[in-house]
């Protein structure tokens, strides 16, 4: 029934910046935690960003300090601002609402591609 939407991904040169949303078919406000996840070829879905209903946020080391999560409750999106990309960004983004293993609670949607290339 839940359905989460990504956009806002595309090419960039190294150092540029790009902005992601999330668009949820319902209401988020009952979702405790969300996340922002990539996933490059060849290699696993991890978690990038996780923000709580209460604004406490996780990033993961590779990109700490360089992107920023946010959720606007009454807009059912959750962003997620990119700046200082490199090359080893480039990957598949994927957002999803966390169960308690720290893992996608629903159906993983077609994503949005980044790709970071001088």
């Known amino acids: 029934q839940v359905q989460l939407v990504e956009s806002g991904g595309g090419l960039v040169q190294p150092g540029g910046s790009l902005r992601l949303s999330c668009a949820a078919s319902?209401?988020?406000?009952?979702?405790?935690?969300m996340g922002w996840y990539r996933q490059a070829p060849g290699k696993q879905r991890d978690l990038v960003a996780r923000i709580t209903n209460g604004g406490k946020t996780y990033y993961a080391d590779s990109v700490q300090g360089r992107f920023t999560i946010s959720r606007d409750n009454a807009k059912n999106t959750v962003y997620l601002q990119m700046g200082s990309l490199v090359p080893e960004d480039t990957a598949i983004y994927y957002c999803?609402?966390?169960?308690?293993?720290?893992?996608?609670?629903?159906?993983w949607g077609q994503g949005t591609q980044v790709t970071v290339s001088s």
């Open positions: 319902v209401s988020i406000a009952s979702f405790n935690a």
């Open positions: 999803n609402v966390l169960n308690i293993l720290n893992r996608g609670l629903y159906s």
